[in-house]
Nanobody, 124 residues
Framework: QVQLVESGGGLVQAGGSLRLSCVAS????????GGWFRQAPGTDREFVAT????????YYADSVRGRFTVSRDNAKNTVSLQMNSLKPEDTAIYYC?????????????????WGQGTQVTVSS
């Protein structure tokens, strides 16, 4: 079992920045890919970014590429998401997830463990 706890969400104006963190406990997180997903009201949970267990592979959704950066520190069992140039359409609950699949999967169904989510609200 892996337990994930997100933090760092909040209210920010358009153009601003936030940094989300996800701390893992339980099994060795370094053997899992770490992903970020988000869900806005009335929509499905969508992929945002992912990073492989060795941090050598990252993927981003087209909507955030160039603005968001995913990173990890296996010594601290954390995965982070730096979000810059935020837009109102980035408003959502952001979820951290862990996957045992090799590489850096982008499919929600590839993830085995999920955090409780943290709210990000971007005002115009």
């Amino acid at each position: 079992q892996v337990q994930l706890v997100e933090s760092g969400g909040g209210l920010v104006q358009a153009g601003g920045s936030l940094r989300l963190s996800c701390v893992a406990s339980g099994r060795t997180f370094s053997s899992y890919a770490g992903g970020w997903f988000r869900q806005a009201p009335g929509t499905d949970r969508e992929f945002v970014a992912t990073i492989g267990w060795s941090a050598g592979r990252t993927y981003y959704a087209d909507s955030v590429r160039g603005r968001f950066t995913v990173s990890r520190d296996n010594a601290k069992n954390t995965v982070s998401l730096q979000m810059n140039s935020l837009k109102p359409e980035d408003t959502a609950i952001y979820y951290c997830a862990a996957s045992r699949y090799p590489g850096a999967p982008t499919s929600r169904t590839s993830y085995d463990y999920w955090g409780q989510g943290t709210q990000v609200t971007v005002s115009s």
